[in-house]
């Protein structure tokens, strides 16, 4: 039966978990070169025009209609038959088409997270048919293996309350085969290719917003307003904590000084993992899970950047792979009946199967995301092609890619086009 305050507070969802598209937007914007802010940002919002698109055409049928355990069917197709009754087996309180609109923030953000190891070298066209293949072949059928109705992963009994495996361990793993395939930058313009951040401000703004909005990724996903969604309010809130005061006694412990960059991925780090079991764990228990994702996150970002032919740019699998992975495996570890009994009780409460199930299902996903992202990225190469010329590298991409610049006092290599107007007013290029 609707509920008109679930409505609210799930349609308010949907606007929170958008606002996290511009938010990492932002976020991984301040952490590369001046001369590639405009495509860094753009990647992730080219993301809220095509994977929409492709959502609401095919993508929520093959991911929730009914089907079998590997994929929806096409029952859904262009939104036929999704209308304003609830339907039960997802969100009985709300009309269908909030709970499509709250799923689609889901798919558009999880390509835009793969952005993050490829910037400053991949090609803004091919990084958009990518983007569209990978939320075709990606992401849509895992998302029905852990969540439809019939999925296989789903009915295994595997808990993943808001994405930690079907968003941050694809996204993750992905990132990780993209970046092997497209190769390092390499120090085409005399810098190393693990670049320092140009705007930290930036970067702190963009955290922020992800961590505003996460709260709708997460408390969202009860669908309704209850009190799981209040329970998912404190344990995202606490594992974005704890992971945020690991990450500073960590860098003060090794190297004394603790940074506003490292708090920030630290924040996204800690609420990466509480995901999966944010409906499913105590508030104590989110604390061990945001405190233990810092450490082996930040481990995870030591050991990627000395492999110089590994350059996953913005520790894309270091954060969000092992973060959902950590996330998902210790969900089968703290999760409870007695907090939630929509769930399931974990290892701690005696049952070491949900622990087996946790770790089939993220083996599952990371094992097809990565054989197919590689595939994806293979045919496109031969299309189109994946990587800038050398030139480019240096030069930036924003003036090159698109003809902007995001700041007035970088006059950068390669000057940008100028309109200008002959006698008759017409314009001349």
Known sequence: MMNTGSTAWVLMSTALVLLMTPGLAFFYGGLVRAANVIN????????????????????????????????????????????????????????????MAFQMMFAVITPALISGAVVGRMKFRAYIAFALAWAFVVYNPVAHWVWGVGGWIRELGALDFAGGTVVHVT????????????GPRGKHDGKSAHERPHNIPMVVLGASLLWFGWFGFNAGSAL????????????????????VATWVAIELARV??????GASVAAVVGLVAITPGAGFVTPLSAIVIGAIAAVCCYAAVAVVKRHAHLDDALDVFACHGVGGIIGSLLTGVFATKAINP?????????????????????????????????????????????????????????????????YAWDTGAFPIRRETPNAQGASLT
């Open 40 to 99: 860094t940002i753009k990647m992730s919002f080219i993301a809220l025009g095509v994977v929409a698109l492709e959502w609401a055409l095919m993508g929520y049928s093959l991911a929730f209609a009914p089907g079998g355990p590997l994929l929806g069917s096409d029952e859904w197709f262009g939104l036929f038959g999704v209308g304003v009754e609830p339907v039960a087996a997802y969100a009985p309180e709300v009309p269908h088409l909030a709970f």
């Open 171 to 182: 996204a993750g793993v992905s990132a990780l085969v993209a970046a092997r395939i497209l």
């Open 224 to 243: 309704s307003a209850n009190g799981i969604a209040a329970l998912a309010v404190v344990t995202t809130m606490l594992g974005g904590a704890a992971a």
């Open 256 to 261: 004394g000084r603790p940074t506003a960059t």
């Open 342 to 406: 929509a769930g399931a009780d974990g290892l701690l409460a005696g049952n070491a199967a949900l622990l087996g199930a946790q770790a089939i299902g993220v083996l599952a996903a990371a094992v097809y995301a990565a054989a197919a992202t590689a595939g994806i990225l293979v045919l496109i190469r031969r299309a189109v092609g994946l990587r800038v010329p050398s030139t480019t590298v240096a030069a930036g991409l924003d003036a090159v890619e698109h003809a902007e610049r995001a």
